[in-house]
Every structure is written in structure tokens, then in C-alpha cells.
């Protein structure tokens, strides 16, 4: 069994930054960042492999987020710059139990514990 613990969203002005962290009790395995605005459905963000060394972002937040993790903290961080009232989501960690260190996943259907999310809200 694997808890995710995210914490870091809040309240931030059109333009600024955030980092949210999330971190896992049970080990430290593949994991994904994916976000839900009001209305409509859970969208991939980023994702990175157990090792660190493979990360896929989606095309929205490319250049502007960055996903990278401390195995010895067991914690995965997703660093928001350049927000702009669109990235207004709750954001969701996610991960599976599975030993392959350079695989990341992008789907929804592929992980199988989840965090219970984190409000961001970028004001315009």
C-alpha cells in the first residue's frame, strides 16, 4: 500500500509561481502530476521515472512547469511558473508500484494510488 501527501497550492497572482510537493509512504516508484479544473476531466500534467532521469510534460505546461523528485525524501515536486488563470485546478500526485527505473506513465488508467489533491487558483 502507498499514501501520497500533496501539499504547497494556494492562491497566486496571473504570472507567479508555486511548488507543490507530494510525498509517499510505502517507497518511492514512477509518479504523475495530473490536474482537474471545475468542469471538466482530469487532464495529464507531468511525470517522471523512479530514477529521475526520464520526464514528460503535457504541451500546455511545457517550459513553464518542472517535475523532478528526492528518492531519499520519498517526495516528488512540481515546480509552476508562469501561471496564468488557466492552470486554475486541483492538482493530483499519482503512482503505481512497479520497479522499472526509467519508465514514466501519462495515463490516468495506469497509476493506482492517488493523493486526495491540492487546490492552485492563479487570479487574472
Known amino acids: 500500500q502507498v499514501q501520497l501527501v500533496e501539499s504547497g497550492g494556494g492562491l497566486v497572482q496571473a504570472g507567479g509561481s508555486l511548488r507543490l510537493s507530494c510525498t509517499a509512504s510505502g517507497g518511492s516508484f514512477p509518479m504523475g502530476w495530473f490536474r482537474q479544473a471545475p468542469g471538466k476531466e482530469r487532464a495529464f500534467v507531468a511525470a517522471?521515472?523512479?530514477?529521475?532521469?526520464?520526464?514528460a510534460y503535457a504541451d500546455s505546461v511545457k517550459g513553464r512547469f518542472t517535475i523532478s523528485r528526492d528518492n531519499a525524501k520519498s517526495t516528488v515536486y512540481l515546480q509552476l511558473n508562469s501561471l496564468t488563470p488557466e492552470d486554475t485546478a486541483i492538482y493530483y500526485c499519482?503512482?503505481?508500484?512497479?520497479?522499472?527505473?526509467?519508465?514514466?506513465?501519462?495515463?490516468?488508467?495506469?497509476?493506482?494510488?492517488w493523493g486526495q489533491g491540492t487546490q492552485v487558483t492563479v487570479s487574472s
Open positions: 517522471i521515472s523512479w530514477s529521475g532521469g526520464s520526464t
Open positions: 499519482a503512482t503505481k508500484k512497479i520497479y522499472r527505473p526509467t519508465t514514466y506513465y501519462t495515463r490516468a488508467d495506469e497509476y493506482t494510488y
